[in-house]
């Protein structure tokens, strides 16, 4: 009877073991659910780590549009670093420029074909009104010519590790919309393509290298040209700032981009209570299929909502922590016989609520400090670096990131914790002939024992 009670016991443990867990997997699944963005393709990501929360057809090539202008305000915002380009450069208007200037439907802030226009304007321009006369003419200021410029893009992309990007223009349009006077070497219709993890990885690069670039992709409304007759006033496409018609707390930038192939597109930034997010929407819709401005938006409102809400920056491992089984390591040639090691700083990392508990830490030593039988040579200084320390999920796919030195932002030097001198001549002779005896005790022992 009591065997029959055990075993019913048993039996309701496993079953509430296997709800708990069929329930933390709906959870999970619930979770999933909730990001299906309507868009072609899209990614969520760690602003300052890269760190993929969430991605959809994540390395599929499709149309930027005028996210492109991010590229080309990388390398402005780069040749002005280098002393390249200076800020109150003047531009004089090329033929080209002036032409593709003058549609206000293709989004523009029309240039004079005598004018003359600082970098500074031409950037503020492009950036918070994407005039695209005035990106073909930074262009030409940064390349010389656009189609040069268009080698330097793809150059860049490359560096970056953008694998699923090409660039046929500096501004997002159709080849089309130049009229037969696309940049050299590219076909009459082409488009700019990149997928979502390339653009995320482009805007992670942008923000975290020049983070001024979010100071003007921030400003919702600025007059071009102000006190002349070419005055124009330039109200930010990026409705979601914080004072627009879809204004969302935290939110300072980045590109829209809109043309028939690309659909309406969007790369956006906020930031809110010490954590920031990067989001990519690709021919974005609404729910019965229609693409629209407010589709990009409510898309991506969609992710960032999720992110703020399910996400926590959080400690995984403290400063000077030391890991279980490695807390010290054996030292040779020193005063010491081995040396005690922790982290040299804190891990801080977003993630999910209520996962710190699924996060391990892994140890790597440095194997050029240690031998073969993984000891440490004497002297040792203390916070000299004996390898790093990282972080991985005990279950679940493996964490991925947009760049290498992103992944590096979750993993901390393991260091020596106190000095260790090396021993004097006599102290190593001493110990030199204790371990002969010794190496010599042991043999004699094995040998007698072996007679028996």
């Known amino acids: 009877m009591k065997k029959h009670v055990f075993q019913k016991v048993v039996a309701g443990a496993m079953a509430m073991f296997m709800f708990v867990g069929l329930f933390a997997g709906a959870k999970q699944a619930n979770a999933q659910a909730s990001l299906n963005?309507?868009?072609?393709?899209?990614?969520?990501v760690d602003g300052e780590t890269g760190k993929v929360l969430y991605e959809k057809n994540a390395d599929s090539p499709l149309g930027i549009a005028s996210m492109t202008k991010m590229m080309t305000e990388y390398l402005l915002l780069d040749a002005v670093k280098q002393g390249k380009v200076k800020w109150n450069q003047e531009y004089s208007v090329s033929d080209l420029v002036y032409k593709i200037s003058q549609p206000r439907d293709l989004s523009n802030v029309p240039l004079r074909k005598d004018?003359?226009?600082?970098?500074?304007?031409?950037?503020?321009?492009?950036?918070?009104?994407?005039?695209?006369?005035?990106?073909?003419?930074?262009?030409?200021?940064?390349?010389?010519?656009?189609?040069?410029?268009?080698?330097?893009?793809?150059?860049?992309?490359?560096?970056?590790?953008?694998?699923?990007?090409?660039?046929?223009?500096?501004?997002?349009?159709?080849?089309?919309?130049?009229?037969?006077?696309?940049?050299?070497?590219?076909?009459?219709?082409?488009?700019?393509?990149?997928?979502?993890?390339?653009?995320?990885?482009?805007?992670?690069?942008?923000?975290n290298e020049y983070p001024d670039v979010l100071k003007t992709a921030s400003t919702p409304m600025k007059v071009f040209r102000e006190g002349t007759d070419d005055r124009i006033v330039m109200k930010n496409w990026n409705w979601m700032l914080p004072s627009l018609?879809?204004?969302?707390?935290?939110?300072?930038?980045?590109?829209?981009?809109?043309?028939?192939?690309?659909?309406?597109?969007?790369?956006?930034?906020?930031?809110r209570d010490?954590?920031?997010?990067?989001?990519?929407v690709q021919h974005a819709v609404d729910a019965s299929g229609k693409g629209t401005y407010k589709s990009r938006f409510d898309e991506t409102k969609k992710m960032l909502d999720y992110a703020f809400s399910n996400?926590?920056?959080?400690?995984?491992?403290p400063k000077h922590y030391q890991v279980k089984g490695h807390k010290t390591i054996p030292v040779i040639k020193g005063?010491?016989?081995?040396?005690?090691?922790?982290?040299k700083s804190a891990i801080d990392m977003v993630i999910e609520n209520g996962e710190k508990k699924n996060y391990k830490p892994v140890l790597v030593l440095d194997k050029k400090k240690i031998n073969k039988n993984g000891e440490l040579t004497a002297p040792i200084k203390k916070g000299e670096k004996i390898g790093y320390l990282t972080i991985e999920p005990q279950k679940g796919d493996?964490?991925?990131?947009?760049?290498?030195?992103?992944?590096?932002?979750?993993?901390?030097?393991?260091?020596?914790?106190?000095?260790?001198?090396?021993?004097?001549?006599?102290?190593?002779?001493?110990?030199?002939i204790g371990h002969f005896f010794g190496d010599l005790w042991d043999g004699i022992s094995s040998t007698v024992t072996g007679w028996f």
């Open 245 to 271: 018609v879809y204004g969302y707390q935290g939110m300072d930038g980045l590109k829209t981009g809109t043309t028939d192939l690309a659909g309406y597109c969007f790369t956006g930034t906020a930031s």
């Open 311 to 317: 996400t926590t920056k959080e400690e995984i491992v």
């Open 37 to 44: 963005v309507n868009a072609d393709g899209a990614i969520l």
């Open 115 to 207: 004018g003359k226009y600082s970098v500074r304007e031409l950037y503020e321009a492009m950036a918070i009104y994407s005039a695209n006369g005035a990106t073909i003419a930074l262009a030409e200021v940064i390349g010389g010519s656009e189609s040069n410029f268009i080698k330097m893009m793809n150059e860049k992309a490359k560096k970056l590790g953008l694998k699923h990007t090409k660039f046929v223009n500096s501004t997002g349009l159709n080849n089309k919309d130049y009229h037969g006077e696309q940049p050299k070497g590219t076909g009459a219709d082409e488009e700019n393509m990149m997928s979502p993890r390339d653009v995320a990885t482009l805007a992670f690069h942008l923000i």
């Open 274 to 280: 010490g954590k920031r997010f990067i989001t990519v």
């Open 398 to 432: 493996k964490i991925s990131y947009l760049t290498a030195e992103g992944q590096k932002k979750v993993q901390v030097d393991m260091v020596a914790a106190q000095d260790v001198e090396k021993a004097n001549w006599f102290v190593l002779m001493m110990r030199g």
């Open 335 to 343: 005063k010491d016989d081995q040396v005690k090691i922790y982290t």
